[in-house]
Structure formats: structure tokens, C-alpha cells
């Protein structure tokens, strides 16, 4: 027996498929929509589709932007020679809110998994090893510390050594399986600060 429309288990449906959402939050937020005016709905609709079409990759940073080149990468303050290497654009806003890194970004959008099946061609590094062939005088490794995280920082260690450049990785400051999004900012500098050479 149907307890509730079609419509609304279509819509707890798409909600629960989001991160964090499991089935009774995705059913709770069901509920709230449907009870609110026709124009927020409209508007948080108008807001996703928008923010679809109008953010990309930056081209050099492969960070998410509403420009061709970020802000970041265009900053003529920023140090173009220093490369952080992250997981993902909520990492780099991580960073960017210590205020104290002025340096550019990588964006890897996500890390090497073996058991998931994530291999070197599915995350931005050829992108990042293009960049290397201009003037860079070290790369910062700041992959989580999980198992993912480890072992996409060993991968690019290897791949970069040779090629001169100086390798770090952030100090392990950062707790082992912390998501960098949820470390506080002086855990951060911290982290940032004593580096350590590959
Ligand atoms: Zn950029």
C-alpha cells in the first residue's frame, strides 16, 4: 500500500541520494518543502540550476568558480610558485580561512582508491603535472590523512620527486581520517607550518 504520493516518494527519494541525508531526514525535508510558498520553492529551484550552469573548474586551480581563471589564481599577491595539492574546493576554503597561506591551490576533486576503484586517471593529476612544467618551486602535499589521502600523497611524491621540484607534506597535526574541512584553523597553520620534506 502507497502511504504517501508518488510524487513525494520520488521527492524523499532524490533528497535521500544527497550526502548525509538518510531516509527519515530526506523525509523530513519533503515535508517542509511541500508546506512552503510556491515562490521559495521556485527560487531554491532557480538558485540549484543556476549555480549548475554558471560554476565550472578553474583552468588552472580546477577549483569551482563562476570564472574562467579563480580569484585565487588571478591575485597577483598570491606566490604562483607554491602549489598546494587538495582534495576538494571545501579543503581549499579551509586553507583559505587561516588568512595565512599565499600560495596557489591544486583541486585533485577526490584521492586514489584501490578499493573503490579511484585510480590516477579518474582525479585532476595529469592537470597537475602540466602545471608542473612551469616555474614551481615546491608542491605541498595536504591530502587527508586517511588511507585514500596517504596514498594519493605517495603517488605524487614519486611523480614529482624526480622532477626536482620540492616535495612537502602538511604535518601530521591533522588527525588520521580527519576531513580538513573540520579541523580548526590553527590545527591548520600548524599542520601547514611543519611540513615536512618527501
Ligand atoms: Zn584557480
Redesign the pocket.
Known sequence: MEIYSGHINKLIDELAKLPGIGSKSAGRLAFHLMNLPKERIDRLANTIVEAKENVRY?E????L?DRD??P??TNPKRDNNLIMVVETTRDLAAYEKTGRYDG??HVLHGAISPMLGIGPADIKLKELIHRLEGEIAEVIIATNSSLEGETTAMYLSKLIKPTGIRVTRIASGVPVGGDLEYIDEVTLLRALEGRIEL
Request: include cysteine; aromatic fraction near 16%; charged fraction near 0%.
Open positions: 578553474c588552472s586551480c580546477y577549483t568558480t581563471i579563480c585565487i589564481c596557489v591551490y
